[in-house]
């Protein structure tokens, strides 16, 4: 399996445009989630779903932010408007259920809002 | 509030010497504790875990302890390698419930 997949890995975008990010969980894994890794915040989770449906968006900062997962094999992030204070880097993870086994964490996508 | 705290935002040890990174946890009802390593421009990548019911786990190089009364636990790496530089992050979770993430422990190897 080829893990993880975010895309881009890179994403340089103006105040005021919409921002999407891409994952593609690994075949079979039935949970999903988005984090977010700041200085000052460390790793912090924005949503995660489960078995597509969001379970808990208590972490998604404001209105701005949406995460949709229509099927099992894909998921979105968006940002509108983006704001320089969105400046992170973003990681989307998968796992089969929950517990010891963790999370698989995908590479990354560093945003930056100019 | 922080339910899960890296204390040390950095560490620096001697390659062939124990590195130990310590974690705080608030959270009486965390079931699982793990360790993430993490290189620069990539994704955290799991490390060990234990649970609650244990107080040790080991995993070649690495050892992670768990002292419940004290809501602490730490993760031993004997001997430390330059490979071991990386940042690592301590987490926990309730059971059936998603994992927390404290701001990470920066580790530096020294030759």
């Known amino acids: 399996d080829a893990g993880v997949i975010q895309s881009p890995r890179h994403e340089v975008t103006e105040m005021g445009q919409e921002v999407t990010l891409r994952c593609k969980p690994i075949s079979g894994h039935d949970y999903l989630f988005w984090y977010r890794q700041t200085m000052m915040r460390g790793l912090e989770l924005l949503i995660y779903f489960n078995n597509n449906v969001p379970i808990d968006d208590s972490g998604m900062p404001e209105d701005r932010f949406s995460a949709k997962m229509p099927n099992a094999s894909f998921s979105t992030l968006k940002i509108q408007p983006s704001e320089p204070r969105d400046s992170a880097v973003y990681f989307c993870?998968?796992?089969f259920g929950t517990g010891l086994r963790g999370y698989t964490f995908g590479s990354g996508t560093r945003l930056t809002v100019v | 509030d922080q339910q899960v705290k890296q204390n040390s935002p950095s560490l620096s040890v001697q390659e062939g010497r124990i590195s130990i990174l310590n974690c705080d946890y608030t959270n009486s009802m965390f079931d699982y504790f793990l360790w993430y390593k993490k290189y620069p421009a990539e994704g955290p990548t799991f490390l060990i875990s234990?649970?609650?019911?244990?107080d040790k786990n080991e995993d070649g190089r690495f050892t992670v302890f768990l002292n419940k009364s004290a809501k602490h636990l730490s993760l031993h790496i004997v001997p430390s390698q330059p490979g071991d530089s990386a940042v690592y992050f301590c987490a926990a979770s309730p059971r059936d419930d998603k994992i927390i993430f404290g701001k990470g422990t920066r580790l530096h190897i020294l030759p």
């Open positions: 234990i649970s609650s019911i244990k």
């Open positions: 993870a998968s796992s």
